[in-house]
T-cell receptor
Framework: DQQVKQNSPSLSVQEGRISILNCDYT??????FLWYKKYPAEGPTFLIS?????DKNEDGRFTVFLNKSAKHLSLHIVPSQPGDSAVYFC?????????FGTGTRLTIIP | NAGVTQTPKFQVLKTGQSMTLQCAQD?????MYWYRQDPGMGLRLIYY???????DKGEVPNGYNVSRLNKREFSLRLESAAPSQTSVYFC???????????FGSGTRLTVV
């Protein structure tokens, strides 16, 4: 039973435009939601997080939004840069474990 | 500043062979994890160790065993490898829970 779902396996965005990545979750008991970024042949790295009691968190070009009523999480990247091309995961944190979704491959087109 | 080190980086096994994937961290983290990544499946937790001396099953533990040798090292063993265990394996450690996860660069395992 997958608790976090990323329904878009891939996304292509023009450089300089906004990239929006989405996640839906089923378990309302998660404490935190996070975004991790993964380049090929490397392990995932932490990008940004949001507490379940907040609805927005911003860090530079990256903003994460949490819609608790819709059980929906999104990551906005503005402006998108070529180095943002990677696979993005939205694992949820609960019971001291990270549970990952399937990831979305973001490609930034120069 | 090594972080999390995994060995080997690549391995090819024949069905039925055994092997141990090694993982070591130098950040004095309490918790360590083993994940596998498969196409279309994301990263799935195999086993984890919340502290030295403890281990717990994750989402997909069948066919694997683990050993938390000491605070630094957490190994994953395949006793009798199967083609379904062909995957990329990632080890991670955490000292602060939610965003303290540091991942290794992975071990690409092929079972033929």
């Amino acid at each position: 039973d997958q608790q976090v779902k990323q329904n878009s396996p891939s996304l292509s965005v023009q450089e300089g435009r906004i990239s929006i990545l989405n996640c839906d979750y089923t378990n309302s008991m998660f404490d935190y939601f996070l975004w991790y970024k993964k380049y090929p042949a490397e392990g995932p790295t932490f990008l940004i997080s949001i507490s379940s009691i907040k609805d927005k968190n911003e860090d530079g070009r990256f903003t994460v939004f949490l819609n608790k009523s819709a059980k929906h999480l999104s990551l906005h990247i503005v402006p998108s840069q070529p180095g943002d091309s990677a696979v993005y995961f939205c694992p949820s944190f609960g019971n001291e474990k990270l549970t990952f979704g399937t990831g979305t491959r973001l490609t930034i087109i120069p | 500043n090594a972080g999390v080190t995994q060995t080997p980086k690549f391995q090819v096994l024949k069905t039925g062979q055994s092997m141990t994937l090694q993982c070591a961290q130098d950040m004095n983290h309490n918790s360590m994890y083993w994940y596998r990544q498969d196409p279309g499946m994301g990263l799935r937790l195999i086993y984890y160790s919340a502290s030295e001396g403890t281990t717990d099953k994750g989402e997909v533990p069948n066919g694997y065993n683990v050993s938390r040798l000491n605070k630094r090292e957490f190994s994953l063993r395949l006793e009798s490898a199967a083609p379904s265990q062909t995957s990329v394996y990632f080890c991670a450690s955490s000292g602060q829970g939610r965003y303290g996860y540091t991942f290794g660069s992975g071990t690409r395992l092929t079972v033929v």
